[in-house]
């Protein structure tokens, strides 16, 4: 473990899944510190609120001692800057997620030289999922949501949809 390494994991974890905590937790094992910045989320309509969003996140990892959370707006490079972070962790599902992380990889490296992204992929049985198709198999009331997030996250989408 590089252990005076600080890494960021970006996102909007809405909601956060076990694909997020499989990244998060991987990651843990390798850093220093990991500090999970939970997105505002200007760009989207979420189906949760940001302090929703952070109370999640803070539940499923409070018995990891070197994970935190912290929201953030604006530039993840900035926000990267204001953590002390050297690294910032991306997960890889596929072949278009790579395209597209690949693009924003290379732009971070040119806006912040001083920091590396790592990107991971996720492990076998994670890999398919999203905080996307999450939400969209919860609010069409699909009972197999529950594969897919922790007790905590699945009683917190249940509580959002009234079911």
């Known amino acids: 473990m590089a252990e005076h390494v600080v890494a960021v994991y970006p996102g909007t974890f809405d909601p956060i899944t076990l ?3 499989d ?3 991987r990651a ?7 500090i999970v910045g939970v997105a505002t989320a200007h760009h989207k309509k979420t189906m949760f609120t940001l302090d929703e969003r952070l109370a999640m996140v803070r539940e499923v990892f409070s018995d990891v001692p070197n994970v935190s959370v912290a929201s953030f707006e604006g530039l993840v490079r900035d926000f990267v800057a204001q953590q002390g972070a050297k690294v910032m962790v991306r997960g890889l599902r596929s072949g278009t997620d790579f395209d597209y992380e690949f693009q924003l990889a290379g732009m971070n490296k040119h806006l ?3 920091a590396e992204t790592v990107f991971l992929t996720p492990s ?4 398919f999922i999203s905080s996307t198709l999450v939400r ?11 594969k897919f997030v922790s007790p905590t996250v699945l009683q917190q989408l249940l509580g959002k949809l009234k079911r």
């Open 19 to 21: 694909g997020h905590e």
């Open 23 to 25: 990244m998060i937790g």
């Open 28 to 34: 843990s094992q390798m850093f220093g510190q990991v």
């Open 112 to 114: 912040m030289p001083e």
């Open 124 to 127: 076998a049985d994670t890999m």
């Open 136 to 146: 969209e198999i919860a609010t069409l009331g699909g009972d197999e949501v529950r």
